[in-house]
């Protein structure tokens, strides 16, 4: 059934609080799933609900966190999320770095002790509105082998990016850095179907076609079949979002599909860049709208973003189709 956006994230939002999580961490996470869920990406969205109570019930994440500025200079700084659901500590990391950027023209936020960020270009949406230049990156429980090798040690590693258009929504684009979602294998493994050569290894380090030997096994970084890049972005994502900013590899991260299991502890870094400080807002945005008029001459060219901002206001107007299942879940029956 069709359920209004306010409605879900009211609904979302008390479903975290009965696992424990305080309302400021709850209000966060039910804004950036119901966000997800909105743009058609459910298994960034209302499929997370039950896997974050699950955590927070079983210690692998601390509901009273508070996220806190833990160190600063210039335009610099290292948010402390203190092992709780990560998205209040990205919503302050934008907002710290909007403000540096501002003043310094780029500022470099980072977010330690953390935990699933969801859809990483959704926490740069205040950065477009604020006329700046966004970039994210994150980590996640290993899944992928460095160049060569069997063993998982990197997550997916997404990557962001935000352009600011004008008079238009901003250029939005996310991806991971595996050759495919994890959850196109899940969803194989579960109806018991091969998936193609090149997507992932098994326990073994041996290309498999098998979804199930897969899981258990290690995703391929993108392109890996013919080429190392992907691999080499995942390990520059890693170092970005760990050393620099002291949290936790991959490696040493429980995964999010287990119940028990570590406080993951992962990271999230975040670059904006004020065009002002370079050649200029008014540069910036005509050169932008060059290359989009030079794109669109080809039919058939969608600009990123594009999809996800129509299916945001359709739902917004109308509402989210929701399983009744799933309300029975929010909804504590």
């Not at 969803?187 to 979804?211: F, M, N, Q, S």
């Not at 936790?248 to 992962?266: C, H, K, L, M, W």
């Amino acid at each position: 059934m069709k359920v209004g956006v306010n409605e879900l994230r009211t609904l979302v939002q008390r479903a975290l609080e009965a696992a424990g999580a305080n309302a400021a961490m709850a209000e966060a996470t039910a804004r950036a799933l119901v966000l997800a869920e909105s743009q058609g990406l459910g298994s960034h969205g209302l499929s997370r609900v039950t896997q974050y109570a699950t955590h927070l019930r079983n210690g692998r994440v601390d509901p009273a966190a508070v996220p806190r500025v833990a160190a600063q200079r210039g335009g610099a700084v290292q948010i402390d999320a203190a092992q709780g659901l990560a998205f209040a500590a990205c919503e302050l990391a934008v907002r710290e770095a909007i403000d540096r950027a501002r003043v310094h023209g780029v500022a470099f936020a980072g977010v330690m002790n953390s935990h699933h960020c969801g859809v990483v270009v959704d926490h740069l949406r205040p950065v477009a509105a604020a006329g700046m230049v966004g970039l994210g990156f994150a980590n996640s429980p290993a899944a992928m082998p460095a160049a060569g090798g069997k063993h998982p040690i990197f997550g997916t590693n997404p990557v962001a990016a935000v352009f600011p258009r004008r008079g238009a929504d901003p250029l939005m684009i996310d991806l991971s850095l595996s050759e495919v979602a994890r959850g196109k294998v899940m969803v194989a493994a579960k109806k018991g179907e091969p998936i193609p050569p090149g997507w992932a290894l098994d326990a073994e380090g041996r290309p498999t076609t098998d979804a199930k030997a897969a899981l258990e096994g290690s995703m391929l970084p993108l392109g890996a079949v013919s080429s190392p890049k992907g691999a080499m972005l995942a390990l520059v994502v890693e170092l970005l979002v760990t050393a620099l900013i002291g949290a936790q590899y991959g490696f040493e991260a429980s995964s999010f599909f287990v119940d028990a299991g570590n406080r993951p502890r992962i990271g999230q870094a975040f670059i904006v860049v004020d065009p002002g400080a370079l050649a200029g807002a008014a540069h910036y945005l005509d050169r932008v709208e060059v290359l989009v008029a030079e794109m669109l001459k080809d039919e058939g060219v969608r600009l990123p973003g594009a999809r996800r901002e129509a299916l945001r206001r359709q739902a917004e107007a109308d509402g989210i189709e929701v399983a009744e299942a799933m309300l029975a879940t929010l909804r504590g029956a």
